[in-house]
């Protein structure tokens, strides 16, 4: 009777920091996936910051659309001209994950 009910306290006692453990290792790696998000985020937005900086010193009589190489994301603006201004689009996407911005402004 002894050796059973020891056998019955070990196996609760491993099913309850199996459980913990395994829920603590959920809540690191949602913690991860989250900061790389925010990062991919941020480095994103810069990106926009950045094609917008530089579309706005251009001269867009003969571009319709601008397109930089990145190993990362994908970095075009798409311009459209209007009576007397450009309206210009821009699109920041990140090729492996699900993180993309757009802005529209007119020059």
Avoid: P, W
């Avoid at 998000?37 to 937005?45: D, E, P, S, T, V």
């Avoid at 900086?53 to 190489?69: A, G, M, P, R, T």
């Avoid at 090729?95 to 993309?100: Q, T």
Wanted: glycine share 0%; proline share 0%; net charge positive.
């Amino acid at each position: 009777m002894k050796k059973s009910f020891t056998l019955l306290i070990t196996i609760f006692l491993l099913s309850i920091f199996s459980y913990l453990a395994i829920s603590i290792l959920q809540t690191k790696s949602l913690r991860n996936t989250n900061l790389q998000n925010q990062y991919l985020f941020i480095q994103a937005k810069n990106h926009k910051d950045f094609l917008k900086s530089y579309i706005k010193s251009l001269d867009l009589k003969d571009i319709n659309h601008l397109l930089i190489e990145d190993e990362i994301f994908e970095i075009y603006a798409i311009i459209n001209k209007k009576t007397s201004s450009y309206e210009i689009n821009l699109f920041v996407k990140a090729k492996e994950f699900d993180i993309s911005l757009h802005e529209i402004f007119t020059k």
